[in-house]
């Protein structure tokens, strides 16, 4: 059963409301400068989304299996944007780069989950 993610931006440049129907909505969603944001699943995966495109064709990268388990925790870089953090149940937090689609940093990070990033 596919479930309906309700995204709102209150930005000063635009005040939208987007919808997608998903069937593992996300944990997390990290908003990059661009329109653009990232989501986090049960599923393993991380998905970009562009709200500037209409919904059926808004998810314009999906990295299935990204984790072991389910990934709990998504950032952007604040200073390139072409890069996100993400950490999940299998206790590792990995740096992604999105130019390549891949893994450039793996750490295992604790015996327990990754929930949450400092910023």
Known sequence: MNQLLQVFC?????????????????????????QV???CSV???LRI??????????????LDS????DVNVVSWNSREQHFIASGGDDAVIKVWDLRQYKVIQSVLFAVRSVSDFAT
Not at 10 to 34: F, M
Not at 66 to 69: E, K, T, V, Y
Request: aromatic share 12%; net charge neutral.
């Open 10 to 34: 209150l930005c000063l440049v635009e005040k939208y409301a987007y919808q997608l129907s998903l069937a593992n909505p996300p944990w997390v969603i990290s908003w990059s400068l661009l």
């Open 37 to 39: 944001f990232c989501s």
């Open 43 to 45: 599923d393993k995966s």
């Open 49 to 62: 989304w562009d709200v500037r495109c209409v919904p059926s064709s808004a998810c314009k990268i999906t």
């Open 66 to 69: 990204a984790h072991d388990s």
